[in-house]
């Protein structure tokens, strides 16, 4: 069985850490494996570091925000990449909230769920443009956008991916 390294996080983390110079915001990327076992009779998610994953390995990957100034932020944007060796699941459960965007052109435009896009059908010999909803499978990027960050306020933001 393949195991992968999401070669997209490291390469997230250091932007992310490069992208902090002389910057109020610290952001840090948390990628765990997550794990259902059964403890007293019932299923239980357990987490642990994700060094090497295997196809259908479901991951939770948690940024957390912290202001590092003195003064509130205000509409902080954090985009965040989908890693392309996964599928977006959902969001985090459990976490702080934040306006959430979605992206399926690798973080160019950004949109509320449900992503929307036009499709043209051949219907009885006649074109018809119809609108349908694009699968969460599709995101290729998340982005949060925090209304108002306080001085040394954290926030913890993130969603599931599967492994391909």
Partial sequence: MKRYVPSVLLALLLGT??????????LTLTLNVVKTV???????????????????????????????????????????????????????????????????????????????????LTENGKSVTREVEIKPSEYQAVRYIIPELKAGQTLKLGYRVQVK
């Avoid at 850490?17 to 610290?26: G, I, K, W």
């Fill in 17 to 26: 850490t490069l992208a902090q110079v002389n910057s109020p915001l610290s």
């Fill in 38 to 120: 059964t403890e007293n009779g019932k299923p239980v998610e357990k987490m642990s570091p994700a060094q090497g994953n295997a196809p259908g390995d479901v991951l939770s990957q948690v940024v957390t925000a912290k202001n590092i100034s003195s003064m509130a932020l205000k509409n902080v944007r954090i985009p965040v990449n989908v890693p392309r060796a996964t599928t977006y699941l959902a969001p985090e459960q459990g976490l702080d909230s934040a306006r959430t965007e979605y992206s399926i052109d690798g973080g160019k435009t950004f949109a509320p769920a449900p992503l929307k896009r036009k499709v043209t």
